[in-house]
T-cell receptor, first 118, second 111 residues
Framework: GAGVSQTPSNKVTEKGKYVELRCDPI?????LYWYRQSLGQGPEFLIY????????DSGLPNDRFFAVRPEGSVSTLKIQRTERGDSAVYLC????????????????FGEGSRLTVL | TQLLEQSPQFLSIQEGENLTVYCNSS?????LQWYRQEPGEGPVLLVT?????EVKKLKRLTFQFGDARKDSSLHITAAQPGDTGLYLC???????????FGAGTQVVVTP
């Protein structure tokens, strides 16, 4: 497809389980972002990749959260020992960096993966 | 903690009325973006403003960035049911793509 694709769209898991969420960005986009959106809140930044490397992971809440992008395209967000407070919609976005690096490029968001931890 | 405060949280109006939503912060941002999000979908970018005092118009939508680059407003003229959605403002800093989002204003336009 032409847009950002996220799978699964819905994931229900039990407390303590391990979860992987996948993001397939727009072809050719070098930058990829993960955000988390809790009910009634705006998206909250988690991590940003430029190519294969994590350029900024300052938003990851703790060491249970980890993300990879081994080939500079698809990314996986991994959550270990899930807790009920991890329940949220996890949004992925991609963008092309503008010349000059100004932070004005458009982020294209996927539809998100809704995670529910029971 | 949301550094950007959006008001009102919820707005319900009749088709044809005008509305304004606000986005305020104590922080200075290098850019300010407005998104609209519909249920079950990701946010979609409406506009980016980067210069203090900048005003941008997108059909019936007018966006303004405050002179000090700490606040912004979105004005919709003659609202239509298709304008219904969650309007989010997001401030950009030095790190590319690392946006600070507000909690959003839910706008409902009834026919």
């Amino acid at each position: 497809g032409a847009g950002v694709s996220q799978t699964p769209s819905n994931k229900v898991t039990e407390k303590g389980k391990y979860v992987e969420l996948r993001c397939d960005p727009i072809s050719g986009h070098t930058a990829l972002y993960w955000y988390r959106q809790s009910l009634g809140q705006g998206p909250e930044f988690l991590i940003y990749f430029q190519g294969t490397g994590a350029a900024d992971d300052s938003g990851l809440p703790n060491d249970r959260f980890f993300a990879v992008r081994p080939e500079g395209s698809v990314s996986t967000l991994k959550i270990q020992r899930t807790e009920r407070g991890d329940s949220a919609v996890y949004l992925c976005a991609s963008s092309s960096r503008l010349a000059g690096g100004l932070n004005t490029g458009e982020l294209f968001f996927g539809e998100g993966s809704r995670l529910t931890v029971l | 903690t949301q550094l950007l405060e959006q008001s009102p949280q919820f707005l319900s109006i009749q088709e044809g009325e005008n509305l304004t939503v606000y986005c305020n912060s104590s922080s200075v941002f290098s850019s300010l973006q407005w998104y609209r999000q519909e249920p079950g979908e990701g946010p979609v970018l409406l506009v980016t403003v980067v210069t203090g005092g900048e005003v941008k118009k997108l059909k019936r939508l007018t966006f303004q960035f405050g002179d000090a680059r700490k606040d912004s407003s979105l004005h919709i003229t003659a609202a239509q049911p298709g304008d219904t959605g969650l309007y989010l403002c997001a401030g950009g800093g030095d790190s590319w793509g690392k946006l600070q989002f507000g909690a959003g204003t839910q706008v409902v336009v009834t026919p």
